[in-house]
Antibody
Framework: QLQLQESGPGLVKPSETLSLTCSVS??????????WGWVRQPPGRALEWIGS???????YFNPSLRGRLTISVDTSTNRFSLKVISVSAADTAVYYC????????????????WGQGTTVTVSS | EIVLTQSPGTLSLSPGERATLSCRAS???????LAWYQQRPGQAPRLLIY???SRATGIPDRFSGSGSGTDFTLTISRLEPEDFAVYSC?????????FGRGTKLEIK
């Protein structure tokens, strides 16, 4: 059974970099038919797609966050990671990693397997 | 960006009743790429419906989705105690792939 688990600091200072890792178990991150994404949910607000990555390293980002994001994949450890630079209070949220269908030239960001989520607070 | 408006914000019903949740998009959802998720307190979202009307793997048939274009509906035919949760819709036809703010389904 595929499982995803987020890890990373729960508290980040304003203007610093938020870094999270998602560990994938029970399946391979090198699947040709799935991409791996990040979704966040600020307190009291809607879920927000952040971006996704294919095992090859191809990335797709939410235009509103592009420029502050890096998503990377490590197939040797079956993990992928998120970095958000120059964070502010608006980046406070529960961050989820999740899987969605896709391939080398297409993707369909409907998320069928999710991690439990990790809370990140941006505060000094 | 397509904005999804869900109504009502809160729906109070009793077990055994029928629930009808609405999701309205600010523009046409391409190919009816509309999904519904269930989220219980402290848990991750769970995919219920994709492509507006297709049930995800393992989802009971009391959950059904319908609609097209800009108006979509999630129906739960007979509410079970475990169905009381927050339900969110998501369009994945146009980037950025947006979510609605959710409908809270609570026990009356």
């Amino acid at each position: 059974q595929l499982q995803l688990q987020e890890s990373g600091p729960g508290l980040v200072k304003p203007s610093e970099t938020l870094s999270l890792t998602c560990s994938v178990s029970g399946g391979s991150i090198s699947s040709r038919t799935y991409l791996w994404g990040w979704v966040r949910q600020p307190p009291g607000r809607a879920l927000e797609w952040i971006g996704s990555i294919y095992y090859s390293g191809a990335t797709y980002f939410n235009p509103s966050l592009r420029g502050r994001l890096t998503i990377s994949v490590d197939t040797s450890t079956n993990r992928f990671s998120l970095k958000v630079i120059s964070v502010s209070a608006a980046d406070t949220a529960v961050y989820y990693c999740a899987r969605h269908p896709g391939g080398s030239s297409y993707y369909s960001p409907v998320f069928d397997v999710w991690g439990q989520g990790t809370t990140v607070t941006v505060s000094s | 960006e397509i904005v999804l408006t869900q109504s009502p914000g809160t729906l109070s019903l009793s077990p055994g009743e029928r629930a009808t949740l609405s999701c309205r998009a600010s523009a046409t959802v391409i190919s009816n790429y509309l999904a519904w998720y269930q989220q219980r307190p402290g848990q991750a979202p769970r995919l219920l419906i994709y492509s507006a009307s297709s049930r995800a793997t393992g989802i009971p048939d009391r959950f059904s989705g319908s609609g097209s274009g800009t108006d979509f509906t999630l129906t739960i035919s007979r509410l079970e105690p475990e169905d009381f949760a927050v339900y969110s819709c998501q369009q994945y036809g146009s980037s950025p792939y947006s979510f609605g703010r959710g409908t809270k389904l609570e026990i009356k």
